[in-house]
């Protein structure tokens, strides 16, 4: 099966860097996903890490590493808008279906 | 149509009564995916179908629920029996066949149903 650790809460001021971590024990993986989540919306895709390193896609950048079993989330540059639940997702190698499986999320706060 | 669209977007009902979930993917979409999210939680994967494959249904909870896709498009997820615990946003969710597992298997959410049962 598949289980990700990612923290509860995260608060941080307009303008600042936060960096959102996750932690994931799978037995199959094809690679790292993120999601992220306003209050009553949908889960909008934002970045996807198959190999090692760091993808940049503008103020967000998402870091993987295998071999710790480990990824993150950064975000530069933080806006109110920002405020937000973010997910990380595996996308297990198992089976035939391609279901992603989420963390239970990261409450972002951003404070003006 | 432009996005998934997911009917009815709120529904109140109760306890030991059947609620039929409605979900219409992005046309061309052969992915379908419910998940439900209970508040403040994260996302449980119910069941998937892809194309004319048999679905997955390993994360459905109970044989109260239920889901059918018709012609490969429109969904209906349906809860029979109806508990309280079933209170939940059930997301519907479709991704493109020509997102291979390197492409991030990015999916494509409704804005969900939000179901009470009281």
């Known amino acids: 099966g598949q289980s990700l650790e990612q923290p509860s809460e995260v608060t941080a001021v307009e303008g600042a860097i936060v960096q959102i971590n996750c932690t994931y024990q799978?037995?199959?993986?094809?690679?790292l996903s993120w999601y992220q989540q306003h209050d009553g919306g949908a889960p909008t895709f934002l970045s996807y890490?198959?190999?090692?390193g760091l993808e940049e896609t503008g103020r967000f950048s998402s870091f993987l590493s295998r071999s710790d079993s480990y990824g993150y989330l950064l975000l530069q540059e933080l806006q109110m808008k920002d405020s937000a639940s973010y997910f990380c997702?595996?996308?297990?190698?198992?089976?035939?279906?391609?279901?992603?499986?989420f963390g239970s999320g990261t409450q972002l706060t951003v404070l003006p | 149509g432009a996005g998934v669209s997911q009917s009815p977007s709120n529904k109140v009902t109760e306890k030991g009564k059947d609620v039929e979930l409605r979900c219409d993917p992005i046309s061309g979409h052969t992915a379908l995916y419910w998940y439900r999210q209970s508040l403040g939680q994260g996302l449980e994967f119910l069941i998937y179908f892809q194309g004319n494959s048999a679905p997955d249904k390993s994360g459905l909870p109970s044989d109260r629920f239920s889901a059918e896709r018709t012609g490969g498009s429109v969904s209906t997820l349906t809860i029979q029996r109806t508990q309280q615990e079933d209170s939940a946003v059930y997301l519907c969710a479709s991704s493109s066949p020509l997102g291979g597992q390197y492409s991030g298997n990015t999916i494509y959410f409704g804005e969900g149903s939000w179901l009470t049962v009281v």
């Open positions: 997702a595996v996308s297990p190698r198992s089976g035939s279906a391609r279901q992603l499986t």
């Open positions: 890490n198959a190999l090692d």
């Open positions: 799978t037995s199959g993986f094809y690679g």
